[in-house]
């Protein structure tokens, strides 16, 4: 069974950072893409940041430069790391598992499994 669990949310002032983890378990984690997506309230889910099959990565113009997925294939562990972060990152963060696909689209309609989401909340 897929499970997919996040961890590393929190409440920050503008101008910091944080690290998000996603542990996934019941897979191969390899041989799937891995997304980060978020919504914010009042907002439809977003694609933030994608990473392929081979490493390959795709970042939402509104985060690139400040943001930078990574996964750790022995841990099965997939990351965001969130720089300079600006109030209007304010929204739950998913981690989702992607297609076989050496780079994943961002739509959300491309992923399959999903956690349960982790809260980020960035104060001006």
């Known amino acids: 069974q897929v499970h997919l669990v996040e961890s590393g949310g929190g409440s920050v002032q503008a101008g910091g950072s944080l690290r998000l983890s996603c542990a996934a378990s019941g897979y191969v984690f390899t041989s799937y893409s891995m997304g980060w997506l978020r919504q914010a309230p009042g907002k439809e889910r977003e694609g933030v940041a994608v990473?392929?099959?081979?490493?390959?990565?795709n970042y939402a113009a509104s985060v690139k430069g400040r943001v930078t997925i990574s996964k750790d294939n022995a841990e099965n562990t997939l990351y965001l790391q969130m720089n300079s972060l600006k109030p209007e990152a304010t929204a739950i963060y998913y981690c989702?598992?992607?297609?076989?696909?050496?780079?994943?689209?961002?739509?959300?309609?491309?992923?399959?499994?999903w956690g349960q989401g982790t809260q980020v909340t960035v104060s001006s």
């Open positions: 990473i392929g099959t081979y490493g390959l990565t």
């Open positions: 989702a598992r992607g297609p076989v696909r050496a780079l994943p689209h961002m739509t959300p309609y491309d992923y399959d499994y």
